[in-house]
């Protein structure tokens, strides 16, 4: 009996080391993406802030595509009080919340409030709402999100292409364009397509990652547009700006990260 209770407090023993064994190697695995920027969605720690606090500038102008509550033009503001943020928001509870952030309202006069989404295109689209003011809710259906939302909500939001809302607001230069709208971020770009080739932004951002495939959106062609158009590409890491050199089909692997297109003014 003493020897079959040994055994088994020692077979818990193995298995809990094992399981700790596994975790540690996950990690050690995992340590290589993450050097070159994949898989780390934190923008504390995968390099975003540390890139926006050093490029911006005093009056520095700033678009915030799929601007959420407005955790990231807040970050703007924080790096530079003179900044100036465009906030874009489609769904109508999270545009709600945008419009009455405490330190957004307080620099009233420096942020402009739009409660519609970019797109290439003009008109109205169904948005699937996985959570209330959730992160994820996007024009494409992502199954995963929709297996764990308590209840899926379907709302019709307005679009318009950003080369018109420039012309609209009379806007001739942009220094930093974000965009972080699940899946669609090529769609925007392309409906910016005519800023982009007259170098009307300085820096654009944009996050990649497997809603990329369920929208159908190519990552190579865009990068190869961007490089046509006089921009240079980089990976943000937490280190830093990786210089991507070679644009082939290798990039195309929907692990989670975020580009970043500088326009070469040489």
Not at 36 to 65: A, C, H, Q, W
């Amino acid at each position: 009996m003493l020897v079959a209770l040994c055994l088994y407090n020692a077979g818990i023993i193995i298995q809990k080391l094992g399981g700790i064994v596994i975790n540690i190697l996950q990690k050690i695995l995992f340590i290589p993406d993450y050097l070159i920027g994949y898989g780390m969605g934190d923008p504390e720690r995968n390099g975003e802030y540390r890139f926006l606090k050093s490029y911006l500038t005093p009056s520095v102008v700033v678009l915030d595509v799929g601007a959420n509550i407005g955790e990231y033009a807040e970050k703007v503001i924080d790096f530079e009080s003179t900044a100036i943020v465009h906030c874009f928001e489609p769904v109508n509870d999270t545009f709600k919340s945008l419009i009455s952030n405490s330190k957004l309202t307080k620099k009233a006069d420096q942020i402009e409030f739009n409660h519609f989404g970019l797109s290439d295109e003009c008109g109205e689209a169904e948005i699937y709402i996985y959570g209330k003011l959730g992160g994820s809710n996007s024009i494409v259906y992502n199954e995963y999100h929709a297996s764990l939302a308590t209840e899926l909500v379907v709302e019709t939001i307005r679009l318009k292409k950003l080369d018109d809302y420039l012309a609209e607001i009379g806007v001739a230069s942009v220094d930093f364009l974000k965009i972080d709208v699940e899946g669609l971020e090529a769609r925007v770009l392309a409906g910016a397509i005519n800023s982009i080739k007259s170098g009307v932004f300085g820096a654009i951002q944009f996050e990649y990652g497997g809603q990329w495939k369920n929208s159908g959106a190519s990552l190579v062609d865009l990068l190869f547009s961007l490089k046509n158009s006089g921009y240079l590409i980089f990976r943000l890491t937490p280190w830093g700006k990786l210089p991507i050199k070679r644009i082939g089909p290798g990039l195309e692997n929907y692990k989670h990260c975020n580009y970043i297109a500088i326009k070469d003014r040489e």
